[in-house]
């Protein structure tokens, strides 16, 4: 399994080796050892979570305030556009915007650190999406709009239906001034 890191500090990508024949596939999901090696406690998901969204859809972009979230996310069938961002205040790369292609061909997985923003768009007919979190589900979940054009997030398809909590979410001006108290600069988008 191939790791690297992006260019915000704790996002890592996870490239497994998929074995093919006329079958179909076996791929490795999930490897202890190969967590371990890259910083993550595997012994610290308490809960795996499934949602399939159709083409178009955007779910996200969400996150936890206080101890945080982190998730090692995935598409098992269909394809997704996978977004991170940094919203961890005094971070280097606070604000900084990268997207990744998860999809049921190649298998990647991303792993998403506490303090991060998340959320994805469906590129498939469907997408079924599914990622591990170190804490159980709460209420309270905080957010940015998806669509706000500041983070100009490079969306692959048109604009999908949103939920009427992710509509409703704050710019990310408001939320680093109203949510997170800052000032802070505006984001920026890497690939």
């Known amino acids: 399994m191939i790791v690297t890191r992006s260019t915000i500090p704790g996002v890592i990508l996870f490239q497994p080796t998929p074995i093919r024949d006329h079958r179909g596939f076996f791929t490795?999901?999930?490897?202890?050892?190969?967590?371990?090696?890259a910083g993550i406690d595997p012994t610290s998901f308490k809960q795996e979570n499934q949602s399939r969204s159709f083409r178009g859809g955007v779910r996200g972009l969400h996150g936890r305030l206080g101890a945080g979230e982190a998730k090692l996310a995935r598409c098992a069938n269909g394809s997704v556009l996978d977004v991170v961002i940094d919203a961890r205040p005094g971070s280097a790369t606070f604000g900084t915007v990268e997207t990744f292609i998860l999809d049921d061909v190649e298998h990647r997985q991303v792993y998403v650190p506490h303090g991060c923003l998340h959320g994805y768009q469906a590129l498939s007919a469907t997408?079924?999406?599914?990622?591990?979190?170190?804490?159980?589900?709460?209420?309270?979940?905080?957010?940015?709009?998806?669509?706000?054009?500041?983070?100009?997030?490079?969306?692959?398809?048109?604009?999908?239906?949103?939920?009427?909590?992710?509509?409703?979410?704050p710019t990310w001006q408001e939320f680093v001034h109203d949510v997170l108290g800052l000032p802070g600069p505006g984001p920026h988008a890497t690939e």
């Open 127 to 169: 997408a079924d999406f599914c990622y591990r979190s170190d804490r159980f589900y709460e209420p309270g979940e905080i957010g940015v709009n998806p669509y706000d054009p500041e983070l100009a997030i490079p969306w692959s398809e048109p604009r999908g239906q949103l939920s009427d909590k992710d509509a409703a979410a």
């Open 28 to 37: 490795r999901t999930m490897d202890v050892a190969v967590l371990e090696s």
